[in-house]
Nanobody
Framework: QVQLVESGGGLVQPGGSLRLSCAAS????????MAWHRQAPGKERELVVGITRSGSTNYADSVKGRFTIFRDNAKNTVYLEMNSLKPEDTAVYYC???????????????WGQGTQVTVSS
C-alpha cells in the first residue's frame, strides 16, 4: 500500500504565501516524477508544476516566478512554495507521485487526497 498525505493548505490574503507538503509512505522502492496539480470549481484539473527525481522542473506559465517546487528524496516528500498568491490560485491542490514498488517493476501514479487553498481578502 502507498499513501500520499498533503498538508499546508488554508486561507490567505492576496499577495500572501503558503507552503504545501506531500509525503509518500508505504511500500516504496523508488519515486520518479512528482507533481502538483490543482482544480478550481467548475474547471478541469490542471498541472501546476512537475519535478523529476533529479530535480528538473516544468512550471505552468500562470505560476512561473511565484511558485517553487522542491523535493526531499530521502523523505519521499515534495513541497510547493507559493508566493504572491492571487485569487485565481484558489483551488484544491493535489500532489501526485510515480512510484515503483520493486526493482524492475513498472511505476504507477498515486494521488494525494487534496488540500484546499483559498486566496481571498
Amino acid at each position: 500500500q502507498v499513501q500520499l498525505v498533503e498538508s499546508g493548505g488554508g486561507l490567505v490574503q492576496p499577495g500572501g504565501s503558503l507552503r504545501l507538503s506531500c509525503a509518500a509512505s508505504g511500500s516504496i522502492f523508488s519515486i520518479n516524477d512528482m507533481a502538483w496539480h490543482r482544480q478550481a470549481p467548475g474547471k478541469e484539473r490542471e498541472l501546476v508544476v512537475g519535478i523529476t527525481r533529479s530535480g528538473s522542473t516544468n512550471y505552468a506559465d500562470s505560476v512561473k516566478g511565484r511558485f517553487t517546487i522542491f523535493r526531499d528524496n530521502a523523505k519521499n516528500t515534495v513541497y510547493l512554495e507559493m508566493n504572491s498568491l492571487k485569487p485565481e490560485d484558489t483551488a484544491v491542490y493535489y500532489c501526485s507521485a510515480d512510484i515503483m514498488q520493486g526493482s524492475g517493476r513498472p511505476s504507477y501514479r498515486y494521488w494525494g487526497q487534496g488540500t484546499q487553498v483559498t486566496v481571498s481578502s
